[in-house]
């Protein structure tokens, strides 16, 4: 596609649930980042993917949080047992590469956990 | 630790006015700034970007400023139009292969 697709675009879950937000970045890029967003807030950095390096985690708030990117485009984001304070826009963005900080972003993931 | 923040969480503007938007950072050893518009409901959008050899860059009715002396960024808007009204970010690469946001200034254009 033209842009950074991401969904769903809007997410209701129950305390304690899984849940998986999907992010298709724009072909070729081989960056992949997953940034969070509560409101009101600025972007918060939670897991950074470059080509087949291993990823970068260090943003990831806690083990409830995984993230994955299958051969090398596609990427899950997975919250366990989701809490409330999980709730958020949860946003991806790509870039062509790790030199090339320009990223683009798509519209996010609205997560809401009651 | 780095840090990116604001000057001001809202500012408004007369439609027509230029409106001028501030950001700080920490590190001395930043070497790339970026701003991005926010609109409701979507993901942040490029604007301008700059890198630390140069002091002044210049888009379409936009402006990026960068004083590496006290670390300060800003982003003018000449000419403001109603589209404009919007969540702005900077944003700054310390080095580390990803970027640090602010946490916006929320831009109100009066009719």
């Known amino acids: 596609g033209a842009g950074v697709s991401q969904s769903p675009s809007n997410k209701v879950t129950e305390k304690g649930k899984d849940v998986e937000l999907r992010c298709d970045p724009i072909s070729g890029h081989t960056a992949l980042y997953w940034y969070r967003q509560s409101l009101g807030q600025g972007l918060e950095f939670l897991i950074y993917?470059?080509?087949?390096?291993?990823?970068?985690k260090s943003g990831l708030p806690s083990d409830r949080f995984s993230a994955e990117r299958t051969g090398g485009s596609v990427s899950t984001l997975t919250i366990q047992r989701t809490q409330q304070e999980d709730s958020a826009v949860y946003l991806c963005a790509s870039s062509l590469d790790s030199l090339n900080e320009k990223l683009f972003f798509g519209s996010g993931t609205q997560l809401s956990v009651l | 630790g780095e840090s990116v923040g604001l000057h001001l969480p809202t500012l408004s503007v007369q439609e027509g006015d230029n409106s001028i938007i501030n950001c700080a950072y920490s590190n001395s050893a930043s070497d790339y700034f970026i701003w991005y518009k926010q609109e409701s409901g979507k993901g942040p959008q490029f604007i301008i970007d700059?890198?630390?050899?140069?002091d002044k860059r210049q888009g379409q009715r936009v402006t990026v400023l960068l004083n590496k002396t006290v670390k300060h960024l800003s982003l003018q808007i000449a000419a403001t139009q109603p589209g404009d009204s919007a969540v702005y970010f900077c944003?700054?690469?310390?080095?580390?292969?990803?970027?640090?946001f602010g946490t916006g200034t929320r831009l109100t254009i009066i009719p």
């Open positions: 993917f470059q080509g087949n390096s291993a990823p970068d």
């Open positions: 700059i890198r630390s050899n140069m």
């Open positions: 944003a700054v690469n310390f080095g580390n292969e990803k970027l640090t």
